[in-house]
């Protein structure tokens, strides 16, 4: 209590001195110190949900909880590709997608999805070690990455802007493959980290060409899915997380390229860009459902949502994805 108590002090320091300075709060936030995750919620009065919100991601997804749905449905997504601009922010590497009107449009419905969303970014979070970097976790496994599409309910809303000021539920879907490190590459992967060093540091962009989204997930459609929010600050409780129960696979090469890339710009770099992960939040007795009926395909006796509440799965059916 004294250590926060410290750093809360400090924080007031340096809103004080900032106050009138700076009126992008986007430009200092961080994943560590006195700015990083622990602290988001007293930064900014807009972002309070950091501190004080109930469905809260990411999240630890333990297999012994999860409830097996038999209403979750395939997840449908347009196989267009998409053009647009990939940038190293200073926390993170995103990929937006061309917006003007005549560009393609990829949408994703179905699975627990009550709405049309339109796919709009890719955010990528990593370690400088293999063994953290991903934002979620599998019974405390944390992958090396986590790649992130994101996208907006366009049934409700004009654009992701409008879907996130609103704080509305069902605002924003998030479409999560977690990274394992492997000798071959998902290769739409490959065109997203073909362009890393070309924004090595912050505020550098690039353009890529011709993205599949769809192609950018693993072959399986099986997945976990629960309420929660950005990991972004001001970590609003609108996404409807959809976690993929099979990994993509990321080459030594790729996150060793991830890992050069700065937080500063080129004149004042700073430190890497690496472990820009968000810290798991509690769940706070919110459902993590899955479409995965383990009875079938082990043989089991598992309770399911046709007798019961909750059922033990084998942790080993997330690594096969059966």
Not at 128 to 148: C, K, T, V
Request: charge should be positive; hydrophobic fraction near 35%.
């Amino acid at each position: 209590m004294k250590t926060r108590a410290i750093c809360i002090s400090a924080i007031c320091q340096l809103l004080l001195h900032l106050e009138g300075a700076l009126s992008n709060w986007e430009d200092w936030w961080t994943y560590d110190g006195i700015s990083g995750p622990n602290f988001w919620g007293l930064l900014n009065p807009d972002w309070k949900l950091c501190d004080k919100g109930r469905r809260q991601s990411p999240i630890n997804m333990d297999p012994s909880i999860l409830l097996f749905d038999p209403q979750l449905r395939p997840l449908q997504m347009d196989k267009l590709r998409v053009s647009g601009t990939i940038r190293n922010t200073g926390h993170s590497i995103i990929f937006d997608a061309d917006t003007t009107p005549e560009v393609a449009v990829v949408n994703v419905t179905g699975g627990p999805l009550s709405y049309k969303y339109r796919l709009q970014q890719i955010h990528i979070h990593y370690g400088r070690e293999d063994n953290r970097g991903s934002e979620h976790m599998i019974g405390g496994y944390a992958f090396p990455a986590e790649l992130q599409i994101i996208g907006y309910n366009s049934d409700l809303y004009p654009n992701m802007t409008e879907a996130l000021r609103l704080h509305k539920n069902q605002g924003l879907v998030g479409l999560s493959a977690l990274m394992q490190s492997g000798d071959l590459s998902n290769a739409e992967l490959r065109i997203v980290t073909s362009k890393l060093d070309e924004i090595t540091f912050r505020g550098q962009e690039a353009k890529i060409e011709h993205l599949s989204f769809r192609e950018l997930l693993p072959k399986t459609d099986f997945y976990v899915t629960y309420d929660g929010s950005t990991t972004l600050p001001g970590c609003y409780e609108t996404v409807t997380w959809i976690v993929m129960n099979k990994p993509i696979f990321i080459t030594k090469q790729q996150l060793h390229a991830l890992r050069k890339l700065k937080q500063g710009d080129k004149p004042t770099p700073k430190a890497p860009l690496a472990d820009n992960f968000r810290p798991i939040q509690a769940l706070n007795h919110r459902v993590v459902r899955t479409n995965i009926d383990f009875r079938r395909p082990r043989g089991t006796h598992c309770p399911t949502m046709f007798q019961d509440l909750k059922y033990r799965v084998n942790s080993q059916s997330w690594n096969d994805g059966s």
